[in-house]
């Protein structure tokens, strides 16, 4: 069975600092992988995926992830951080006989200081 | 941009109570899902659906619920008789013709069970 960790539930990072946000992922082969954010009162909105080829996808909203194939890892990253992107952030992974059916991770809660 | 679009955004119901939950997918979408999260929890699979049949349900989707496309434009869920565990946000989602994963969500519906 698949499943998603992502060790953070909160971080606080800074306006303009950089910002990195973990996922590990439990699944037997390559599988389909997806950022989502979720702004308070809001529904999911995609930020990137990796289904194959680079391993460094780049996303909307200046985001980008990199999939580690040996760290079972699929790491979400921007460089520099705007107070918008307070929100709350999800790993999923799908697998690709059914990639809709995903599993989603707790989420990491993202708060920016001024 | 298309989106996917959910009625109501919220509903108070009495336990024992018939729901019934609206989606209207993107319109050229072939697959169509329902998640739930349960406050302060992940967000979970319950079904999806395609070609006008469920192609996978969740261990959560018991003979309680049911879904329907009972148009060319409409996805409903149907909880039959509510509990107060149901009490969730629910999202429905939509995936183009590929089946990548690349799931799009609707604002959601919140379900509260009295």
């Known amino acids: 069975a698949q499943s998603v960790t992502q060790p953070d539930i909160h971080i606080t990072v800074s306006e303009g600092a950089s910002l990195e946000l973990r996922c590990n992922y439990s699944y037997g082969a390559t599988p389909y992988l997806f950022w989502y954010v979720q702004s308070p009162g809001q529904g999911l909105q995609l930020l990137l995926k990796y289904f194959s080829g680079d391993t460094l996808v780049q996303g909307i909203k200046g985001f980008e992830a990199e999939f580690k194939r040996s760290q079972s890892s699929f790491n979400l990253r921007k460089p520099s951080v705007h107070w918008s992107d307070a929100a709350e952030y999800f790993c999923a992974v799908g697998a690709p006989t059914n990639a809709g059916k995903s599993t989603f991770g707790d989420g990491t809660t993202l708060t920016v200081k001024p | 941009e298309p989106e996917v679009t959910q009625t109501p955004s919220h509903q108070v119901t009495q336990m024992g109570q018939e729901v019934i939950l609206r989606c209207v997918p993107i319109s050229n979408h072939l697959y169509f899902y329902w998640y739930r999260q349960i406050l302060g929890q992940k967000v979970e699979f319950l079904v999806s659906?395609?070609?006008?049949?469920?192609?996978?349900k969740s261990e959560i989707f018991d003979d309680q619920f049911s879904v329907e496309r009972p148009d060319g434009s409409n996805f409903t869920l149907k909880i039959r008789s509510t509990k107060l565990e149901d009490s969730a946000m629910y999202f429905c989602?939509?995936?183009?013709?590929?089946?990548?994963?690349?799931?799009?969500f609707g604002e959601g519906s919140r379900l509260t069970v009295l």
């Open positions: 659906f395609y070609n006008n049949e469920i192609s996978e």
């Open positions: 989602a939509s995936s183009d013709e590929s089946g990548t994963g690349e799931l799009f």
